[in-house]
């Protein structure tokens, strides 16, 4: 059984790849947990891609409905229960080296943007028939995917 600390990290990692699902950080993190589930081996790290990429696509399909949110909890806790087994098989020192592993993961996964998101500031700008006339920064947020 795994002490509270790794189950955590564990619950951190699933909800990490659910979050970078729509995240331009999804390649990195796609690779980083491809390469931590693999533990080396070519044929399996391909087999993890796989994996990855049809959690990404189940989330993309359930952006469309009312079903999103159990969804991604679904998605975190399969990512998550995976994790766990995986760090109770290694030793002591290899389970340091993969949580270490996915703290930058999830790190990297907070730290994403949206993949629809713009940002923009305006100052001094006008209005004129549907035209913006100034200079600045603005944000455009694509809701139409929530």
């Given amino acids: 059984m795994l002490v509270e600390g790794l189950v955590a990290v564990a619950a951190a990692g699933g909800g990490a790849v659910v979050q970078a699902a729509g995240t331009d950080a999804w390649n990195g993190v796609r690779s980083g947990f491809a390469r931590i589930f693999s533990r080396g081996e070519a044929g399996r790290e391909q087999a993890e891609l796989e994996r990855l990429d049809q959690t990404r696509a189940v989330l993309v399909a359930a952006q469309e409905g009312d079903e999103a949110p159990r969804v991604e909890i679904a998605q975190v806790a399969r990512w998550?229960?995976?994790?766990?087994?995986?760090?109770?098989?290694?030793?002591?020192?290899?389970?340091?080296?993969?949580?270490?592993?996915?703290?930058?993961?999830?790190?990297?996964?907070?730290?994403?943007?949206?993949?629809?998101?713009?940002?923009?500031?305006?100052?001094?700008?006008?209005?004129?028939?549907?035209?913006?006339?100034?200079?600045?920064?603005?944000?455009?947020?694509?809701?139409?995917?929530?």
């Fill in 80 to 146: 998550q229960t995976r994790l766990e087994a995986l760090l109770e098989e290694l030793p002591e020192a290899e389970q340091e080296q993969v949580v270490a592993e996915l703290r930058a993961l999830v790190a990297q996964a907070e730290a994403a943007e949206p993949t629809g998101t713009v940002h923009n500031d305006f100052s001094r700008a006008t209005f004129t028939n549907s035209q913006v006339l100034g200079s600045g920064n603005m944000t455009v947020t694509n809701n139409y995917d929530k």
